[in-house]
């Protein structure tokens, strides 16, 4: 098991910008796909993107692409989410998540992720 902290959540205006970082600890970061989920009131939990163990591919919701960018550093244990041009509608509790398990396509189920982090608020003001 692996555990994952978020840092970098916040009040931003529409139009700005905010990185989100999550740090992982207890096994090496390269074991796992790694997936940012968000999760607005009364609302379900969606995938905003992921990324390979090896950096190669990324996959990301239609909502946050050309916008967003995931990014991971392995030496480190991170994995960034880099927040663009952010709108009223990003506002949300976001996780990170891990993925060990070998796969052929990156997973989008939320249920495939096996560890999770405790969240960060990102707050959007229009």
């Known amino acids: 098991q692996v555990q994952l902290v978020e840092s970098g959540g916040g009040l931003v205006q529409a139009g700005g910008s905010l990185r989100l970082s999550c740090a992982a600890s207890?096994?090496?970061?390269?074991?796992?796909?790694m997936g940012w989920f968000r999760q607005a009131p009364g609302k379900e939990r969606e995938l905003v993107g992921c990324?390979?163990?090896?950096?190669?591919?990324?996959k990301y919701a239609d909502s946050v692409k050309g916008r967003f960018t995931i990014s991971r550093d392995n030496a480190k244990n991170t994995v960034d989410l880099q927040m663009n041009s952010l709108k009223p509608e990003d506002a949300a509790v976001y996780y990170c998540?891990?993925?060990?398990?070998?796969?052929?396509?990156?997973?989008?189920?939320?249920?495939?992720?096996?560890?999770w982090g405790q969240g960060t608020q990102v707050t959007v003001s229009s």
């Open positions: 998540a891990a993925d060990r398990n070998p796969r052929f396509t990156l997973p989008i189920d939320s249920n495939l992720y096996d560890d």
């Open positions: 207890g096994r090496a970061l390269n074991l796992y796909i």
């Open positions: 990324i390979s163990r090896n950096s190669d591919n990324t």
